[in-house]
């Protein structure tokens, strides 16, 4: 299964057009697809650090630019290296990258 986020979802969206930020000011193109991977488990169903980090919630418009952040991002991002049915999340992530560590992270780890 895959679920697909996007920063023009909903009420969020000042304007449908690509590149006119919502009220956040994160980009209307930034977009993300996700699948549970391998353990077909669903590693964002809880809160983490405090962050609410469900794909429904994305793009994640109050997640800090800190360690903490960073490191639950890190910790979502399946790994083949860590064996074929470890844990974490598959994502492809496009459009425009907002700034800060935790995107500068999602954005290297899922292409």
Not at 5 to 22: A, E, I, K, V, Y
């Amino acid at each position: 299964m895959y679920e697909m986020g996007t920063g023009n979802s909903g009420t969020r969206t000042t304007s449908g057009f690509p590149g006119n930020p919502n009220q956040d000011g994160l980009p209307a193109d930034l977009w993300i697809m996700v699948s549970a991977g391998p353990d077909h488990i669903d590693d964002t169903s809880a809160g983490r650090g405090g962050f609410n980090l469900t794909e429904g919630q994305f793009p994640w418009p109050t997640l800090p630019d800190n360690d903490q952040a960073v490191a639950m991002i890190l910790m979502l991002i399946y790994d083949p290296t860590n064996g074929t049915v470890s844990t974490g999340q598959v994502y492809r992530t496009g459009g425009s990258k907002p700034a800060g560590r935790p995107y500068d992270c999602l954005f290297a780890g899922s292409k």
